[in-house]
Structure formats: C-alpha cells, structure tokens
C-alpha cells in the first residue's frame, strides 16, 4: 500500500524558478526520504531527514518535516531542465525500520 | 563503486512462462530488498533479505513470486506462470545495516507479459 501522498502530481515551471513539491505521509515514521527518479529509470536518493529533524538542506535542495502534521515538504531553487524528473518522497515507518514506503509522485517538468 | 546491477533491464516473455531476475548490491551492504514499480506509481516493497536471510515475504504479491540471495551476496527475484498484470519494473535496492539508512536502487528490471 502507498504510504506517501505527493502534491501536486504534475508541476512546469521554467528554469530558474523554485519548485515545491509537498508530501503528507499517515503513520508514525522513523524518516522521510526524497527520491528522484528520470523517464523509466532508477531512483536516484536526495536527502534523508529523520523524525527529530524539522530542516535539512543539500546544495539547492530544501526539505522539511512537519511529524505534527505528518507533511514534508521539497524545495529546488533555481531550477533547471536536468531537474524534469519525478520526485517521490517515501517514509520508514516505526514499527517496521525497513520497507520504504512511496507516494505516487510528482512529475516536474523545467523548460528552458 | 559499482553501485546495484540488476540483469536483465529489459525481458519480454509470453504469458505463462517463468522469469528470473538477478540484483547484485553493492558489496559492503548486507541488507537487499525488491521492489515493484507500475507505470505512475511509486515503488511497492515486495521482500527484503539481511544477509542470507529472508526476514520479510508477506507482502510478495502471490505464491507465484519467490526471491533467495543463498550466499548473502546477489539476489534472484523469480515469478513464475507469469500474468500480464506482472508487466512492471522490478527494482532492487540495498543498504547497510540498520534499516534506518538510505537505500541504493539499481536501473531496474523492466518486464513485459504478453
């Protein structure tokens, strides 16, 4: 079962702008996970944030975590057409410790 | 560093054959688990293996879909009597011990049933 809700499905935005992509999440979890993955490939791993943390940045990535609101969300500044990709957020769940668990994603689309 | 290989990429077959998927992880990780992916959606967790061992199958999708990894180092992911509702990506992923930590996906294993 899908854990993770990614909003929105489909984002197009030109390069240099910020794209946000959030995801709501329903269990305890022990982190949330970003994912990147290109038409048909491999996810490629972003950034890891666990449950204590509420901010973690990677170069022009930004992401937060809400445990209250069980929501995170992924921030990439100054986009560019090698960032079109989905992106999935996917949570370790507490109880479990193992299976990621992903959202459906979300499509971005940069134009140049 | 090699990273996680999956072979084949690729693999057509007509209904009711079976399939055999190889993953080979990256070396120092002992844990390896598999994945399904179908077109727009997210990953779904089907088993994982700590070394040799297969510490999660309950969420493999039928009795028709076995995994082993027999010397804790590669892994097979096999279906048999294959159905066209398997047609999907089949990825791998590994990691090292802890299960709180980043997982390594390989390209992936795409298979269509006819």
Known sequence: ?112 | DTGVSQDPRHKITKRGQNVTFRCDPISEHNRLYWYRQTLGQGPEFLTYFQNEAQLEKSRLLSDRFSAERPKGSFSTLEIQRTEQGDSAMYLCASSTPGGKETQYFGPGTRLLVL
Not at chain 1, 10 to 21: F, H, V, W, Y
Not at chain 1, 32 to 37: A, D, G, P, T, V
Request: some cysteine; proline content about 2%.
């Open chain 1, 1 to 112: 079962s899908q854990q993770g809700e990614e909003d929105p499905q489909a984002l197009s935005i030109q390069e240099g702008e910020n794209a946000t992509m959030n995801c709501s999440y329903k269990t305890s979890i022990n982190n949330l996970q970003w994912y990147r993955q290109n038409s048909g490939r491999g996810l490629v791993h972003l950034i890891l944030i666990r449950s204590n943390e509420r901010e973690k940045h990677s170069g022009r990535l930004r992401v937060t975590l809400d445990t209250s609101k069980k929501s995170s969300s992924l921030l990439i500044t100054a986009s560019r057409a090698a960032d079109t990709a989905s992106y999935f957020c996917a949570t370790v769940n507490s109880n479990s410790g193992y299976a990621l668990n992903f959202g459906k994603g979300t499509s971005l689309l940069v134009t140049p």
